[in-house]
């Protein structure tokens, strides 16, 4: 009992590592964006236009690593993808063109990435039954803790070295990084059986499977859902930097919303994770919304750049919560039986609406010279969400005969 314990938190810190190092380093790209346009004087609309790309990628690769996931485990899948972001890093610090964005950024970094949440997640998911919330909350606390001081540390770096040689070191780092704690990816539990808290083995995985999901509306209204929130938080993400110095901060200081958005995110994975073990997930998105939706309609009224240090723990906090709920409430409403596919496909649709806001965003700005327009937008879709979110049925393992 205790040596399967001991490898339960061995899973949980291992998942939470392979969490900061990806989302930290993807949490970057504002301040790169800063560089690339100080740089080359690229329009933000094309400098957005790579980490669309990212994304789309992200959620179109995403989708064959859930289904190699189930079939292979975590180790493989973890160790390819380390090799094949930090590559796209390092090749990074060599980019003249946009097209060399594109495809260093774009293409081989998001291959990597979209490893991140399938392996982890879904492993989290496979090892846990009960506070399978909360184990998945202090997984993706570890995105929040990246996003915390990865930015931190690119400013620092950026303080000796150019950003050419950071994204070398990123690239670098991050490979040994994660190929060395992919050792310790263990797809399933060795004795479920034996310890009731721990999530089945492969023999005794229930659930529906990947058709009978997509032939329910609870599937259509959370890829609907993680299309709308991606389309939000994704701006946000890319944008908040560029528009703190906008305000007149300094790109430290831009930085810093980053990392306090961040710093937040982790209480906010946390918090809610534990309150979906309690509430379900249907509750706990509502909530999540409704911190969304009033954090931006806030982001609207904004004139004076300290407030950005008052706005970003609170939309920090939803932020994280949304990263933390969607894979438990997967396998709340569809069980663990195809949870690694179906987590893919409902990620791809909200890769597909977080690739089109920034660089939707990116034109307004290049063509108003502000963000307002784009904030109203994003206001109203959360608010959307809000309602869609309500028409969940938490029933759906009770009505096909799973208990």
């Known amino acids: 009992?205790?040596?399967?314990?001991?490898?339960?938190?061995?899973?949980?810190?291992?998942?939470?590592?392979?969490q900061a190092v990806y989302v930290g380093v993807l949490f970057t790209f504002g301040i790169f964006f800063l560089e690339f346009e100080q740089t080359f004087g690229w329009s933000r609309a094309t400098i957005s236009g790579a980490f669309s790309v990212f994304l789309i990628v992200t959620g179109s690769i995403g989708v064959v690593m859930g289904k190699l996931n189930d079939h292979f485990g975590p180790q493989k899948i973890m160790i390819a993808g380390a090799i094949i972001h930090g590559a796209g890093y390092a090749l990074m610090s060599l980019i003249q063109a946009p097209w060399q964005l594109y495809f260093f950024y774009g293409v081989l970094a998001a291959i990597g990435f979209s490893t991140h949440d399938i392996v982890t997640l879904s492993t989290i998911a496979r090892w846990f039954t009960n506070k399978r919330s909360l184990m998945s909350g202090i997984v993706k606390a570890g995105a929040g803790a990246g996003q915390f001081v990865v930015p931190i540390?690119?400013?620092?770096?950026?303080?000796?070295?150019?950003?050419?040689?950071?994204?070398?070191?990123?690239?670098?780092?991050?490979?040994?990084?994660?190929?060395?704690?992919?050792?310790?990816?263990?797809?399933?539990?060795?004795?479920?059986?034996?310890?009731?808290e721990l999530a089945t083995s492969p023999k005794s995985e229930v659930?529906?499977?990947?058709?009978?999901?997509?032939?329910?509306?609870?599937?259509?209204?959370?890829?609907?859902?993680?299309?709308?929130?991606?389309?939000?938080?994704?701006?946000?993400?890319?944008?908040?930097?560029?528009?703190?110095?906008?305000?007149?901060?300094?790109?430290?200081?831009?930085?810093?919303?980053?990392?306090?958005?961040?710093?937040?995110?982790?209480?906010?994975?946390?918090?809610?994770?534990?309150?979906?073990?309690?509430?379900?997930?249907?509750?706990?998105?509502?909530?999540?919304y409704v911190i969304l939706s009033a954090s931006l309609i806030w982001l609207l009224f904004i004139r004076e750049p300290w407030i950005l240090f008052v706005f970003a723990p609170v939309y920090g906090f939803t932020h994280g919560a949304f990263f933390t709920l969607i894979s438990p409430t997967v396998a709340e409403l569809f069980g663990t039986k195809a949870h690694g596919v179906i987590f893919a496909i409902i990620l791809?649709?909200?890769?597909?609406?977080?690739?089109?806001?920034?660089?939707?965003?990116?034109?307004?700005?290049?063509?108003?010279?502000?963000?307002?327009?784009?904030?109203?937008?994003?206001?109203?879709?959360?608010?959307?969400?809000?309602?869609?979110?309500?028409?969940?049925?938490?029933?759906?393992?009770?009505?096909?005969g799973v208990t």
């Not at 032939?215 to 993400?237: A, K, S, Y």
């Not at 307004?364 to 309602?387: H, K, R, W």
């Open 1 to 18: 009992m205790r040596e399967l314990r001991n490898q339960q938190i061995l899973i949980v810190g291992t998942s939470f590592l392979v």
């Open 207 to 288: 659930g529906y499977s990947l058709r009978q999901a997509i032939r329910t509306p609870n599937f259509w209204i959370l890829c609907i859902g993680q299309f709308l929130v991606f389309f939000c938080l994704m701006v946000v993400m890319i944008h908040v930097a560029p528009h703190a110095r906008d305000l007149g901060f300094d790109a430290i200081r831009a930085a810093q919303v980053l990392s306090t958005i961040g710093a937040a995110s982790i209480f906010g994975r946390i918090i809610m994770g534990g309150t979906a073990d309690r509430l379900g997930g249907k509750r706990s998105l509502t909530i999540a």
């Open 153 to 196: 540390l690119l400013t620092m770096l950026l303080t000796i070295w150019d950003w050419r040689t950071a994204c070398l070191v990123f690239g670098a780092i991050s490979t040994l990084v994660l190929t060395a704690i992919a050792q310790f990816l263990t797809r399933h539990p060795p004795a479920a059986d034996e310890q009731p």
């Open 348 to 400: 791809f649709y909200g890769t597909i609406g977080g690739a089109i806001s920034p660089f939707i965003a990116g034109r307004v700005f290049d063509t108003l010279g502000t963000y307002q327009p784009v904030f109203i937008c994003l206001s109203v879709i959360a608010v959307i969400g809000l309602v869609l979110v309500n028409f969940l049925r938490s029933d759906s393992l009770t009505r096909i």
